[in-house]
């Protein structure tokens, strides 16, 4: 009985001594550093993002904006951004499949929105590619009545808001991994 005790206790000391150790190794990853070094935030502020290359008033156009302004306020907030270190090039297709088709009017009712989108970090000062990468959104919506034509319009375009918020919460999460962790 007394053995046990004695076993139990070490090993509850064996585990708050590997605790402590390692204690000190974690460091949020949006701390502010005090050694003088950038944090993630001031390097996600200078990472530059050109417009997004789609034909003039298109629906690819709204979303490649819809796309560059989410993610621009996920690096940025409220600021504007630094002096740029390195560009975000973003290139996207979208695709829309019906997933359900009304047998009385022939109809969709409800469909899928979707975005594949590609991106690719360059270094302005050699412009190097340090990091590329690809991440998709599906989002599905349903289409009201054959003959609510501005609802079906609304829902298109709220389904293609919310894949790029997708997308750019996507790529804001690998940016940061990738300026927290170098790789």
Known sequence: MLSARIRIAARLLAVAALAALTAGCFQPMYAEHTDGTPGLREKLMGVDLPPISKANASREARVGIEIRNA???????????????????????SSRSSLIVSALTGLPTSENFGIDCQYNL??????????SGSTF???SYDMPGSYQRFARNRAIRDAEDR??????DNINTRLAAFFTAGS
């Open 71 to 93: 993610l621009a306020f996920k690096l940025y907030g409220s600021a504007t951004g630094m002096p740029p270190t390195h560009r975000l090039d973003i290139r996207f297709t």
């Open 137 to 139: 959104s599906r989002v």
């Open 122 to 131: 360059i270094e302005v000062t050699t412009g190097k590619s340090v990091m």
């Open 163 to 168: 894949a790029a918020s997708e997308i750019a």
